[in-house]
Structures are given as C-alpha cells and as structure tokens.
C-alpha cells in the first residue's frame, strides 16, 4: 500500500506527465506484444497478443536496478549511487528497436531496460518461461546415485586441471553433480595440494591451526580421533562452524608397509531422500531439530547446534550435516524442537530422535549409496562437504600419511559459476 504522502505525490506530479509508445516493432529477437501502465505504480509487459503471458514491474524496483553505467559498474555490476532516493517516473517510452522499453525519471535520469534482461528478471508474472543466467543452466541439476550407479567416478588429471580450465572446470562439475571427483597423477606432497586448491579459491583455516592439517600414523600423542589409526564412522566435516566447509580437499602422501584405511564416500542426498520417502517423520525430524555438536582441543572449543537434514527457503534439501565423532548429548533445545515437530512429550520425543539417528544410519552402513575405495598417494580427492558423507577403515598395520584443506562453499562454487559463465 502506498503512503497518503507518496499518493498525493503521485497524482500532482507524476502521473499526468507519464506517457506510453506502442506497439513494439517485430524485428528483435526479443520482443513484446505491448507495454502499459499499471495503475500508480508499475509497468506491465504483455509477451504476446494474447495478453496471457506478461510480467509486473514496479517503478521502485526499476529505478533501483537501472543497468545504465551510470548507476552500475560496466565491469563488476555493482551501485555506483543511492538509487533508493526517488522513483517517480515522467514517461515510459518504447525503443525504436523494439528491444528495450526506457523510463524517464523525474530527477531527469533515463533507463533502458532490454526486454531479454527484464525476462530474466521477472518477479511477478504469469505463464512464462525464464531463461537461465549466465552458468546457472548447467549447475540446476545434480545426480543422485548408488553402488551400482557409480562404476565410473568423475575425475581429472593433476597436470590437465593445473593448465586447463576445462578440466578445472569438469572437476568442478563433478564436484557439483555427483559430490566428489578424483584428481589423477598428483605428486604426493603437501605443496601439490596447496597448488590444486589454489586453483580454486581461498582457502579455509582449520582449527588445527593454519589452512593444511597433516595426519601421520605414527605420531603418538593424538589430538582427534581421526588422526589415529582407528576406524572413522561415516561424517561430514566440521558441523561445529557457523558455517562447515563447502568443500575438502584429501591427499594421501604415504602407504608404506600398510593395509587397510578403505575409503567410502557416500551420497548423503540420496540417503536423505531415502529417508524422506520410507519415512517422513523421521525427515521431519532431521530437518528440524538442531543436533548440538562440539569440539575440545588443546587450544580450542567450538560448539554450535545444527540440523541434519539442511533446507532451503523453498524446502529443498540444500546441506548435509553429520559427524558422530563430535555429537553432544542431545539437550533442552534439541528436544523442544523435537516435542514441537511431534506434538508429543519429553519421553516420546526422545524415542523418535534415537529411532530417526538408528534408522538414518542403518541406510549409511548398508552401503547401498557408498564408493568403495582404496586412496593411495598420487590420487587426491575432492569431496563436497555439503552434499556426500566419507568414511575411512581402520589401519591395520603400516605407516600412513595424509594432508587436507578445505574451501568455504561461496568459493568453489564461484569459481564453478564463473567457468560456466565464461565458457558460455
């Protein structure tokens, strides 16, 4: 609802001043049928004679994203001026194109607004059809799988990844669709790694201090389990951070004399929806009540409550997030949640969340959706933390050393949608 202020505003200056040219000519390849006035405050553009295909835009949201190199960067898209401050429109004008529609505003400011741009865009419509932007088509969809889909896991080679972007690119992409790729012919040192991740983005510190951790297993005094020779349970890393990592980078540099430590990496959204289908309060469950985790180190303690199960604004699985190593006891908050998804009591609730943490991994140990693997050095792994968990065996016998980064998730997946950007 507009304000009396911005009403009288209205109607004393603006709306008697704006005009509208039309029709559109027909020789762009993108065109529209007409474009009108829509009471005080907005346009609509109808995409063909019909009129059942057409989208709203209002005059605030036009002039707060003019694309004119006046008020955005030619180069980085970004605001060069407050564009908040006044959206009264004098006129709205079709180019003679035929391509773009142009308001004039009454600080005397113009904008061109391309019809293929404001498509794009579109926020308020009806029976439409929006193209994807830039990169974006090729990341929409990913590929959930099992032991008998994976016969062929994604991978690359070291030296192509290091010099291509096309192969940078399909390692990414792997990453993205499937949760992991492997990067073939890596020289088994720690400035191998450094280098690969580099290729990629900023690193993420950890907190065993700096952005490289190094597992050796000989090394007596042990500092996380995982840093033993013991058997380490399917995971993802790191629940304890506001934000876990989006992406971890694992590198064997050493399996002398040594047997055992199997890999498995499996796909926790296949296993999410798994239990979403045989069992939807157990879904509900893991997608709503926060688990509390935490971390004590010599130097350090974190601890942070999070979902399982991880949703976006639309309800679609966005995150995964699990690690039994580092899971506190289950407390007051995690079992209000649990008593408000149920409906029920304190005793009730507690049975639910054991049965749902028992029921999500009996599917984990069951392997139905596991890689089965034997890391030796000269393989690096890329594994996406959000989206598969990975387990390791036990070390039998033998001297085993491993090292390992991690990437924030805005970063790999910016270099992601760059390389797809500039590949279109």
């Known amino acids: 609802m507009l304000s009396f202020a911005r009403k009288m505003l209205l109607s004393r200056l603006a709306l008697p001043a704006i005009r509208v040219s039309y029709p559109l000519r027909t020789q762009a390849t993108m065109s529209a049928a007409a474009v009108n006035i829509k009471g005080e405050n907005s346009i609509m553009v109808n995409w063909n004679k019909k009129k059942d295909s057409w989208s709203k835009y209002h005059f605030d949201w036009l002039r707060d994203n003019c694309p004119c190199t006046k008020c955005r960067h030619p180069g980085y898209n970004q605001r060069l001026l407050n564009t908040l401050e006044d959206a009264t429109p004098t006129s709205v004008e079709v180019e003679d194109s035929g ?236 079992l209000a949640e649990a008593r408000k998804v149920l409906s029920c009591g304190t005793d009730e609730a507690m049975k639910k969340m054991y049965g749902a943490l028992r029921y999500l991994h009996e599917v984990m140990y069951s392997n139905q959706y596991a890689y089965t693997c034997d890391l030796r050095p000269g393989v690096l792994a890329a594994v996406n933390n959000w989206r598969v968990f990975h387990s390791r065996d036990a070390l039998i016998k033998g001297y085993r050393k491993v090292c390992g980064m991690h990437h924030n998730r805005e970063d790999w997946m910016s270099k992601l949608l760059t390389l797809e950007r500039l590949k279109n």
């Open 99 to 334: 391509t773009a529609v142009e308001v004039k505003w009454r600080d005397g400011h113009r904008s061109q607004y391309l019809y293929e741009w404001l498509l794009a865009n579109s926020y308020c419509h009806n029976n439409i059809s929006k193209p994807a932007k830039p990169g974006e088509d090729k990341i929409k969809e990913i590929t959930l799988w099992d032991h008998k889909m994976m016969v062929d896991p994604p991978q690359v080679n070291y030296n192509d990844m290091m010099t291509n972007d096309d192969s940078l690119l399909t390692m990414l992409r792997g990453l993205h669709q499937y949760g992991f790729c492997f990067v073939l012919g890596a020289p088994p040192t720690e400035e191998s790694m450094k280098e690969a991740a580099n290729r990629v983005g900023p690193f993420k510190n950890g907190y065993f201090g700096g952005q490289q951790w190094v597992m050796k297993s000989d090394i007596l005094t042990i500092e996380h389990v995982s840093f033993g020779t013991g058997k380490v349970l399917p995971h993802t890393d790191d629940p304890v951070y506001f934000e876990p990592p989006g992406m971890t980078w694992l590198h064997v540099l050493a399996y002398e004399n040594a047997e055992g430590a199997g890999t498995r990496i499996m796909d926790a959204f296949n296993i999410a929806y798994h239990v979403k289908q045989h069992n939807p309060e157990y879904y509900a469950l893991l997608s709503r009540v926060p688990i509390p985790y935490e971390i004590m180190l010599k130097d350090c303690t974190y601890r942070k409550h999070r979902k399982t199960f991880i949703l976006d604004d639309d309800d679609e699985l966005l995150a995964v997030s699990l690690n039994h190593i580092d899971r506190r006891p289950l407390d007051e908050k995690s």
